[in-house]
């Protein structure tokens, strides 16, 4: 940071300081902060708050694209139990249930 702000210091000529070299590289970290960092972390959010709401017969697509029904929560587990089809449960981690199910395709 110091050699940068020496830079924008001799740029602006007779070791004068130029503010607004200053002012611009603040505006850039605004910019990326406003319109990248900060929906990011809205997404995040949303998508917590949706794992700790699931509840036993929701319907949930899973991060690989698997349609399923939450069949049991196990409390104090990393994972969950879904069924993918009738009488077919498996265990996945709780992290790769991303979206509820619109609509369950037909077999």
Do not use: C, H
């Not at 850039?28 to 319109?35: D, E, K, P």
């Not at 990248?36 to 017969?57: A, D, T, Y």
């Amino acid at each position: 940071m110091f050699n940068l702000l020496q830079a924008a210091a001799g740029a602006a000529g007779k070791g004068g300081f130029d503010w607004m070299t200053i002012v611009m590289i603040v505006a850039m970290f605004a910019i990326v902060y406003f319109f990248m960092i900060m929906p990011q972390r809205k997404k995040q959010k949303e998508i917590e708050n949706f794992r700790k709401s699931l509840s036993v017969g929701s319907q949930v697509i899973t991060a690989s694209g698997v349609y399923a029904t939450v069949k049991s929560l196990n409390e104090g587990e990393p994972y969950l139990t879904i069924e993918v089809a009738k009488g077919v449960t498996i265990q996945i981690d709780r992290n790769y249930v991303y979206a509820v199910g619109a609509q369950q395709p037909q077999q």
